[in-house]
């Protein structure tokens, strides 16, 4: 069975021959919808791959994204994305390790607060101590260890942003 194809306009970002049964085809549609294109710097836009961890999407779909020709990963603060997004801490910490292994300066990027990929960790831990250990040694071996010292728009360091009980996730709430 031949697949109908994703229009070249639409797809334009990340590949003009997409199935339509493939979970990245919804993620145009959701572009193309709302309007995201990519930034020009002087409006706030969203790029495929922040809308899709964003929205939780499946780590496989995220993945191809990243694997597509191309792709820009610097700019759009998609580790602090990772870091608020609902997904399990295991796909949290793949989708990481898919990331820093592409472009390691991603762990120092700083969002428009000044904040950090580890400030955003430290605020949205993941879901099991021993994910969050060792998603917080990636972040350092990566980084370095003067990560943990750094300090937002508000002077506030990774730990200052430890997680208050409302930004837990109802099944960290039952853990403690």
């Not at 697949?3 to 003009?16: D, L």
């Not at 499946?58 to 191309?70: C, F």
């Not at 759009?76 to 292994?101: E, I, Y």
């Not at 990566?142 to 997680?163: F, K, Q, Y």
Request: aromatic letters at 2%.
């Amino acid at each position: 069975m031949a697949h109908e194809r994703a229009q070249p306009s639409q797809a334009s970002q990340v590949a003009t021959d997409v199935p339509l049964d493939s979970p990245i085809r919804e993620l145009l549609r959701t572009r193309s919808r709302v309007g995201f294109g990519p930034s020009t710097g002087t409006t706030m836009t969203c790029s495929l791959l922040q809308i899709a961890i964003s929205n939780g999407s499946q780590v496989e779909v995220v993945e191809a994204l990243l694997d597509a020709p191309g792709v820009a990963l610097k700019n759009q603060t998609l580790m602090h994305h990772v870091a608020a997004c609902p997904l399990s801490g295991h796909r949290k910490l793949r989708l990481v390790k898919g990331l820093l292994q592409r472009e390691p300066s991603l762990a120092t990027e700083v969002d428009e607060c000044g904040r950090r990929p580890v400030h955003m960790f430290f605020r949205y831990p993941l879901n099991e101590a021993a994910l969050q250990k060792e998603l917080t040694d990636l972040l350092i071996a990566t980084a370095g260890p003067s990560i943990l010292r750094a300090r937002d728009m508000w002077g506030m360091c990774p730990r200052d942003h430890v997680a208050e009980p409302e930004h837990r996730s109802n099944k960290d709430k039952e853990l403690n």
